[in-house]
């Protein structure tokens, strides 16, 4: 086959039949044997080339540097990096700097009145290409990218300006994942080295967090397995008008990294008559078949705190790092905490049976015992406060095959305001109630008692709940927060 067959006559067809082509290694070279989706130009091409192309293959070997350029010259930036990942030749090609120049002054060129338009030779041209040479191999591939996420990050800064007067929390977070193209994967390691990257199959939104999921029917071995990584993903290259593909190059950004060998009697949540769940801190449910002790889903819930942050701006390797803290001033020390706010939800697929907001909190020094200081929300004492939980308590799960539901388990997302409106603490991470021999510093009650127990670095979260025969309905009558006497020192500059 003539090789110039590839850039001549209307030079669009032939273009788009080179790369619809299946690339794959044979012997020393590499060959590109026609697919299914370049079809319906072999009658143009066979009219360009006067033969048939009936089972043609053309060795890359054989063309040269230049004609493969010419032909890499008609690629757009995502189908230019996929190109780079054939072989080493083509890395070294797909770097070339006048292609890149071109890309690059296409993209980010000063906008321009109608009619005074240069082409994309010229407006390259102008953008210093005098001095393509100069440079290394890569450099405008290199300067390309940091631009395009630069452009990502400032554009999504903006839509997350905006906070809720409640939550604190960014108003558009659920339009900013939209904007970035977010999405979560999880990869699984094993023991030899081999890693399992699975997409999520299925996003919930709540008010203050999301839930990916996880499930199917090709799972590794659990004993071959030692880490679970959490990792965001997104499009290095953006185009708001278009379905970010999924099959392009995109960012891993580490969120957390888990160890499999922590699924032990002490991690566990609860169970049906199908399924173990376990509780992996931050926020990780793994459910594990109960006959085989294999894996049936993996379930991550992720405050909207930082998210978008966290899950765009680390490495794969390396999770993202919040700014370093400047102390708030705090104006009276000596009276302890005032002026918190409290938003909690306790919910599961997408059904609610708490969304509470708790005002004015405050505490004082003499509250603080084993480097803990207690935030009362609600007290036993004060009957007033005791509020019911809505529906039936349980958590929902589901593979490809089965579903059901974990009684007395949820997911709760808490997000605690300090005095400046600023969150201070916040997660959301499954938890479970479990019988309680009932409060000893308060009134009796004609129920059985249940606790709610969370833990992580910064507090604890205490509930205590009753269970109310008469109405079949839950009421908890205490709650409280301990909030770690370190982190507030660390926040305000204090020396409790």
């Not at 999520?200 to 008010?207: A, P």
């Not at 931050?282 to 294999?294: A, D, I, T």
Request: net charge positive; glycine share 8%.
């Amino acid at each position: 086959m003539n090789p110039l067959c590839f850039v001549e006559g209307n030079g669009q067809a032939p273009l788009y039949f080179v790369f619809s082509m299946f690339v794959f290694r044979t012997g020393r070279g590499v060959r590109l044997v026609a697919g299914c989706a370049a079809l319906g130009h072999r009658a143009r091409l066979d009219e360009l080339c006067g033969k048939s192309c009936t089972g043609c293959s053309v060795s890359l070997d054989g063309l040269p540097s230049e004609i493969l350029l010419k032909i890499l010259s008609y690629l757009d930036a995502v189908a230019l990096l996929c190109a780079g990942c054939v072989n080493r030749r083509f890395y070294h090609l797909a770097n070339d700097n006048f292609i890149w120049i071109r890309i690059y002054s296409t993209a980010f060129s000063p906008k321009r009145s109608n009619w005074k338009v240069n082409s994309v030779e010229k407006t390259a041209v102008s953008m210093n290409s005098l001095s393509v040479g100069d440079k290394e191999a890569g450099y405008w591939k290199k300067e390309y990218i940091t631009k395009q996420i630069a452009s990502v990050k400032a554009a999504l800064a903006r839509v997350l300006k905006p906070l809720h007067p409640y939550t604190g929390l960014p108003v558009k977070t659920k339009e900013a994942l939209r904007i970035s193209g977010l999405g979560w994967v999880i990869i699984l390691k094993e023991n030899s080295g081999k890693e399992h990257i699975l997409e999520h199959v299925d996003l919930s939104f709540n008010d203050s967090s999301v839930t990916a999921m996880w499930y199917g029917k090709d799972w590794p071995r659990l004993v071959t397995l030692s880490t679970l990584d959490l990792c965001g993903v997104t499009p290095v290259f953006l185009n708001r008008s278009q379905t970010p593909m999924k099959n392009g190059p995109r960012w891993h950004s580490l969120i957390a990294k888990y160890n499999l060998s922590h699924l032990t009697e002490s991690t566990m949540l609860g169970c049906d008559r199908l399924i173990r769940i376990f509780c992996l801190h931050p926020g990780l449910v793994v459910g594990l078949w109960k006959r085989e002790e294999e894996l049936a889903f993996v379930m991550a819930n992720l405050h909207f705190h930082h998210l978008v942050e966290r899950s765009t701006l680390g490495s794969a390797a390396i999770p993202y790092e919040l700014p370093p803290h400047t102390p708030l001033s705090d104006d009276s020390p000596e009276c302890g905490l005032s002026g918190y706010q409290l938003h909690v939800d306790m919910h599961s697929g997408g059904v609610f049976c708490l969304c509470g907001t708790f005002r004015n909190l405050s505490t004082s020094k003499g509250y603080i015992e084993n480097e803990y200081m207690k935030l009362s929300v609600i007290s036993f004492k004060n009957s007033t406060e005791h509020l019911p939980l809505i529906g039936k308590v349980g958590l929902s799960w589901k593979t490809n095959i089965f579903d059901g539901c974990i009684k007395s388990c949820s997911v709760m997302d808490l997000t605690l305001l300090e005095e400046y409106g600023k969150p201070f603490w916040c997660f959301s991470s499954p938890v479970c109630m479990r019988p309680s021999p009932g409060p000893s510093d308060g009134p009796a009650f004609l129920g059985e008692t249940y606790r709610v127990d969370y833990a992580d670095a910064e507090g604890r979260v205490h509930l205590e709940l009753v269970w109310i025969e008469e109405t079949g309905e839950y009421f908890i009558v205490s709650l409280a927060l301990y909030l770690r006497v370190a982190k507030i020192n660390h926040w305000f500059g204090t020396k409790y």
